[in-house]
């Protein structure tokens, strides 16, 4: 079967400070894709990163990074710089032969 | 427009109406997707298009009728539906490429309430 797991429903940040979302999928494909979405409160998921399976190097996008580690199936994203308009659900996905979703991220983002 | 427009934005409906969902998208691309979202769950795949050609349905209820007349437009017709219906239904495009990598464009969703 091929899942997602995000384990944190809920994490909260100071504004400015750093937060790592966590996520973990279960596959037995070799090349696949990896995207984190967000989808603040106009409910419109937009795409925050991508990942290659086949890269090695982490992707990053100005203030979003991810830890992705193949063999462990972990694929968590890094938010530097925390700020209000980060907050939203994050949802993490995985693409083989079809789209799989997690189950998101609530983030909450503290003056 | 620009991107992947869904209408209407709230629909409430009771269990004998017929309605449908419209999706547009000004984005050229070639495949187009229904989702389901629910409090606490994935999201739920329930149709995919891909040059107007069905492709998935992912064993969804039949009183979910989707028609895609070309490339741009997606409907969700609906009748009979169940309260546990009730949920977020997401539209999206992307454009298939055959690397596997297709990167999704959402719509801002359409919050269904059946009665």
């Known amino acids: 079967a091929q899942t997602v797991t995000q384990s944190q429903p809920e994490m909260s940040v100071q504004e400015a400070e750093t937060v790592t979302l966590s996520c973990t999928y279960d596959?037995?494909?070799?090349?696949?894709?990896l995207f984190w979405y967000k989808q603040p409160p106009s409910r419109q998921m937009i795409l925050v990163i991508r990942?290659?399976?086949?890269?090695?190097q982490n992707a990053t996008e100005n203030r979003f990074s991810v830890n992705f580690q193949k063999a462990a199936k972990s694929f968590s994203l890094k938010i530097s710089d925390s700020q209000l308009g980060d907050a939203a659900m994050y949802f993490c996905?995985?693409?083989?032969?079809?789209?799989?979703f997690g189950t998101g991220t609530r983030l909450t983002v503290i003056p | 427009e620009t991107g992947v427009t869904q209408t209407p934005r709230h629909l409430v409906m009771g269990m004998t109406n017929k309605k449908s969902l419209k999706c547009e998208q000004h984005?050229?691309?070639?495949?187009m997707y229904w989702y389901k979202q629910s409090a606490k769950k994935p999201l739920e795949l329930m149709f995919v298009?891909?040059?107007?050609?069905?492709?998935e349905n992912n064993s969804v209820p039949s009183r979910f009728s989707p028609e895609c007349p070309n490339s741009s437009h997606l409907f969700l017709h609906l009748h009979t539906l169940q309260p546990e219906d009730s949920a977020l239904y997401l539209c999206?495009?992307?454009?298939?490429?055959?690397?596997?990598?297709?990167?999704?464009?959402f719509g801002a969703g359409s919050r269904l309430t059946v009665l």
């Open positions: 990942q290659e399976a086949y890269k090695q």
């Open positions: 984005l050229g691309h070639n495949a």
């Open positions: 996905a995985y693409i083989a032969n079809n789209l799989f």
């Open positions: 298009y891909s040059l107007e050609e069905r492709v």
């Open positions: 999206a495009s992307s454009q298939e490429e055959g690397t596997g990598a297709n990167v999704l464009t």
């Open positions: 596959t037995s494909e070799s090349d696949y894709y």
